[in-house]
């Protein structure tokens, strides 16, 4: 039926897609584009025929919706769907200048189809067929998804998107994914799925750290009823404990997650690598190693990543301990920078942050990183997971002051200043966390005086600022808060993890304005 029917075309390639993304594999990678390619060419056959010769989208955006039949209202919805995804594959396999051109396009006649059916569907007047609320269902995924993600952007890059017609609302977006998720049609499921990767790591990594469990438990609990040992499922609730600071939870639902299915393997990495950190909030750093070993061995996505995670818990375990197999972590900081790829043409944040980091382990003598673990856990924003959990928190503090007295009993060298700042940030999270809030801000409040003397980890004072920030923000400094957020965003260029940095002070600033209006809102309902 792939060859005859669009939907059986579309699905059976979205499959070939999503798998070709967990393997990483070339030949997977090639083989979904050239079935997506397929998936198109059955959808334009659906399209309404047109002789103008233009843009792909032309044929939607000089009609109304009643010039259409309910079958090429499908196709379009079908057809613009088709050019995300291949778009998608595009920035996997094309590493040129041309490859993101192509994909440019595509995402952008796609998101102007969206657009176009949006307006039609929401016409009054306009006609519903039998299967229009499929229809409906993948119009909210598109402008769902686009709104969602668009509004995530910096303003920087938003300005630019902008001007290339793009637009997003938070709260439109994700309403409009929450009423695909919640009707019964062919995208509910991946209407759900995106609003759950949004509630448990887009608003987490991205955002100001506090996840949105409530809302992806909700969302969350009919599907575990109608399928308990569905692999997905238990992926999400155990994300979802672990953002609650529930590690053992956690760790039983990931277990089981990897347990209820075996046809893909790629599925378990996601698992690992949460297991991994979920170990890591216990200090059980040799089972930490186990799962990082396991993703260097068995997945593609981040090599470079991986063996670096290996060779920093190796890095913590006392030094006269035997470590697991015979490795060595210096020999495996060595090997870090051997690994790296390229995603969409360039190498992800985390593995240049995990090179630059491994770099001076390249010395005869090297100067050992002071706790590579606890630092790689802040970009993942690991602290705020364990926030709730004072004995994890404290474990965390013990281990940053025994690397500082480590570094006050060594002779000074050109990362000391460096070293001493990555603990004091860290020091300064742990002391948020147990309500230490004077002793917090002093600790963010060295790091940016030693601006100057910080040679080598520039991203250290623009993430001082966004943490001290954080903290007025919870002591009610608001304005104190919007000024260092500022400074953070336009004083400093150009240092590891920028984009993850400016993603989250975007975020901070969005909270802190919409909290401004519900409180001007408030007060104009009072008078």
């Known amino acids: ?17 999503m798998q070709a993304m967990m393997t990483f594999e070339q030949d997977d990678i090639a083989s979904a584009g050239s079935t997506m390619k397929s998936a198109q060419e059955v959808c334009q056959r659906f399209r309404k ?34 050019l995300l995804q291949r778009a998608a594959l595009t920035f996997l396999q094309d590493e040129n200048m041309m490859g993101f051109i192509k994909g440019g396009i595509k995402v952008r006649n796609s998101y102007m189809i969206y657009k176009e059916l949006h307006g039609f569907t929401q016409a009054h007047g306009f006609h519903r067929g039998p299967s229009h609320t499929h229809l409906e269902g993948a119009v909210s995924l598109g402008i ?30 994700l309403s409009q994914l929450h009423e695909g998720a919640t009707s019964l049609n062919l995208r509910s499921m991946l ?51 672990e953002i609650k600071g529930n590690i053992d939870e956690a760790v039983a639902l990931f277990d089981e997650g990897c347990k ?36 260097s061995k068995e997945s593609r996505w981040s090599k470079a990543m991986y063996v670096y995670m290996k060779a920093a818990y190796l ?58 673990v606890l630092e790689m856990m802040y970009m993942w924003n690991g602290f705020t997971m364990i926030r709730k959990r004072p004995e994890l928190t404290r474990g965390m503090m013990e281990t940053l002051l025994e690397a500082e007295r480590t570094l006050q009993e060594a002779p000074a060298n050109d990362y000391s200043v460096d070293d001493r700042s990555v603990i004091l940030l860290l020091k300064g999270l742990c002391l948020k966390n147990e309500g230490q809030t004077r002793a917090a801000e002093e600790c963010f409040l060295q790091v940016y005086k030693s601006e100057k003397k910080i040679k080598y980890d520039s991203y250290l004072v623009p993430n001082a600022l966004l943490e001290l920030s954080l903290l007025y923000i919870e002591m009610g400094r608001k304005e104190e808060a919007v000024k260092l957020l500022q400074r953070a965003k336009t004083h400093y260029k150009d240092y590891s993890m920028e984009s993850r940095t400016q993603f989250r002070i975007h975020a901070a600033l969005s909270k802190l304005r919409a909290n401004t209006d519900d409180t001007e809102e408030a007060s104009s309902t009072q008078l």
């Open 49 to 82: 025929k047109s002789t103008v010769v233009g843009s792909i989208t032309s044929v939607v955006s000089k009609s109304s919706g009643d010039d259409f039949t309910e079958e090429e209202l499908h196709a379009e919805a079908c057809y613009a769907e088709c």
């Open 315 to 372: 890095s913590m375990l006392p030094v006269d301990e035997a470590r697991p197999f015979g490795e060595q972590e210096v020999e495996l900081f060595r090997q870090v920078d051997s690994f790296k790829q390229k995603i969409a043409g360039k190498s992800p944040p985390t593995e240049k942050f995990a090179i630059r980091k491994a770099r001076r382990y390249k010395a005869s003598s090297p100067v050992l990183l002071p706790v590579p």
């Open 191 to 241: 209407c759900a799925l995106l609003l759950l990767c949004y509630y448990t790591f887009l608003s987490f990594i991205l955002g100001t750290g506090e996840g949105e469990v409530t809302e992806a438990e909700r969302l969350l609990k009919p599907f575990l009823v109608r399928y308990p040992r569905g692999a997905i499922f238990l992926f999400f609730a155990g994300r979802a404990e």
């Open 1 to 17: 039926r792939i060859r005859d029917s669009m939907y059986h075309a579309l699905i059976y390639a979205t499959i070939l897609e």
């Open 260 to 295: 209820a299915q075996q046809a893909w393997k790629q599925f378990h990495h996601m698992c690992y690598w949460e297991l991994m950190w979920c170990y890591t909030f216990k200090r059980a750093w040799k089972m930490a190693y186990f799962y990082a070993d396991l993703l």
């Open 144 to 173: 769902g998804a686009f709104n969602l993600t668009l509004s995530l952007v910096p303003p920087r890059i938003l300005r630019l998107l902008e001007f290339a017609g793009f637009s997003g609302d938070k709260d439109y977006g």
